[in-house]
């Protein structure tokens, strides 16, 4: 194996295909957009993940990784597209059935196929290897088809592509193990083998749990705000337990995982997957939560003035896709009496729609800051700065992230309402 065709080059197919480039293999990253290409081919990247600059440009420079918008003849092809879902919540899987016809001319006898894109349970059966069938290909003997799904968290990608255990399924037995023996080059960890379907549903399992889990402490949130009980104290005490490990409430899920992949097993087994349904039906309900509380802390203000903190879906990282934090901002846009401020260090301009604001514009004479992502630089707000520059000094914390003086701002918590009073000017 010499060379190596990686379809998609976004948040893990670029991390992917530096990381074997790094490792000393040809490497050709295709994807749709020019700029894309145009920046990876100059050492450059369109993304913001720790580490990853230096190690594109070394890679680059080497010569060990290119990019085009066409694929090429190669060993070893690894697709790594997004799989967004549709308005009726079933999956797109449109963008893997593009990727594959496109590699498709490009396939040769003896390739290893790898999708790494999150996919619906029997898709690699049932979607991508047909492709592959009426392109002439025998996908039992001709080809090695797998489906290897990522399991990084951002901020930490380079470091988990090495480290954590793949979970290799393939569409035959041989078909795992020459996929397997892809990653073995560059894991340290783990490289376990098992049946594509496995490798599906074992993908969206741990990222189901996670979101249900989530969904618990989300719903205690709520519980708590009606009885009058401080959630985060209640966390703290239960999760003394020695095998109870409660999940901190938030504005919802985001990102590319939990927020879609729960939807691709209620498509498979609507009737079963109840508790999988409503956990995404609970994550999804705290945006209006947030706002409702937003509505309460302004309800005696004519024109409040309120300035949102944090965009993307986590801490430390530029991916907004599927944050709640969007989908506050837009509720809070709608209602035409809020003067709002919108204030994120690790968002550009062009990846939303409405106008940011820098630090000091966002927080001038405002009268709530509402955190919505833990970035670092909430978790070290000044306390003085902050009550000095804001007409109320008032802050309603989503992500119990901040560790503000409590004697010169007043701090709400998205677990600890039970106190809430309407701000006074």
Known sequence: MEKICVVGLGYIGLPTSAIFARAGYNVLGVDVSERVIEKLNRGEIHIEEVGLPEIVKQVVNEG????????????????????????????NVDYVISATKAIAPFLKKGNIVIVESTIPPRTMDDVVAP????????????????????????????????????????????????????YRKIVTGDVLETEAVTAEMSKLMENTFRDVNIALANELAKISQRLGVDAHKVI????????????????????????????????????????????????????????????RLTAELDEPRVAVFGLTYK??????????????????????????????????????????????????????????????????????????LMKTPVVFDTKNCTHLDEEQLTVYRIGNLMNLKSIQE
Do not use: W
């Open 131 to 182: 492709i592959l069938r009426e392109q002439g290909f025998d996908t039992e003997k001709d080809l090695y088809l797998a489906h290897c799904p990522e399991r990084v968290l951002p901020g930490r990608i380079l470091i988990e592509l090495v480290e954590n255990t793949r979970i290799v399924g393939g569409t035959t037995p041989e078909a795992a193990k020459q996929a397997a023996d892809v």
């Open 64 to 91: 060990k990784l290119r990019a085009s918008v066409t694929p090429e003849e190669a060993d070893v092809f690894i697709i790594a597209v997004p799989t967004p879902i549709h308005e009726d919540l079933t999956a």
């Open 236 to 295: 703290e005490l239960a999760n003394k337990h020695p095998r109870v490990n409660i999940h901190h409430p938030g504005p919802g899920v985001g990102g590319h995982c939990l927020a879609v992949d729960p939807y691709f097993i209620v498509e498979k087994a609507t009737e079963e997957a109840k508790l999988i349904k409503l956990s995404r039906d609970i994550n999804n309900s705290m945006p209006h939560f947030v706002t409702t509380q937003v509505h």
């Open 315 to 388: 801490g430390n990282i530029d991916d907004v896709r599927e944050s709640p934090a969007l989908e506050i901002v837009e509720m809070l846009l709608d209602n035409k009496r809020y003067d709002l401020k919108v204030y994120d260090p690790h968002v550009q301009q062009e990846q939303v729609e409405f106008p940011l604001s820098s630090f000091e514009e966002a927080v001038k004479d405002a009268h709530l800051v509402v955190v919505l992502a833990d970035h670092n630089e909430f978790k070290s707000l000044n306390s003085k700065e902050l009550a000095s």
